[in-house]
């Protein structure tokens, strides 16, 4: 059995994707991991976090992996945006773009 404090943990270690930490459906899971079975939440806790995650990712899709996918692919984050400066600064200055 997966323990969901342990995976909540690996969510919020992400150094590179750290932005899809602000994506709806992904703060909804991170809750939602929080409410770990035996800790101070009741079952009508996790229900509603459970709800909240599932309306926030089926107002877009009902497939979670492509949704993950999708949204890494996205993601704005330091390594691409380090990546798309170098390759801005070796491009010769004075030629046409076409």
């Not at 939602?32 to 976090?49: M, N, Y």
């Not at 890494?72 to 491009?91: D, G, Q, V």
């Amino acid at each position: 059995m997966i323990d969901l404090t342990s995976l909540n943990i690996e969510l919020h270690s992400l150094v590179i994707f750290r932005d899809l930490l602000a994506d709806a459906a992904i703060a909804r899971l991170s809750e939602l991991l929080a409410c770990e079975k035996g800790a101070e939440f009741d079952a009508l806790e996790r229900v509603s976090r459970y709800s909240a995650f599932a309306y926030a990712l089926f107002g877009k899709t009902r497939d979670w992996t492509e949704y993950v996918l999708e949204k890494t692919l996205e993601s704005e984050n330091i390594y691409s945006a380090a990546r798309a400066r170098r390759r801005n600064r070796s491009r010769p200055v004075g030629l046409p773009v076409e």
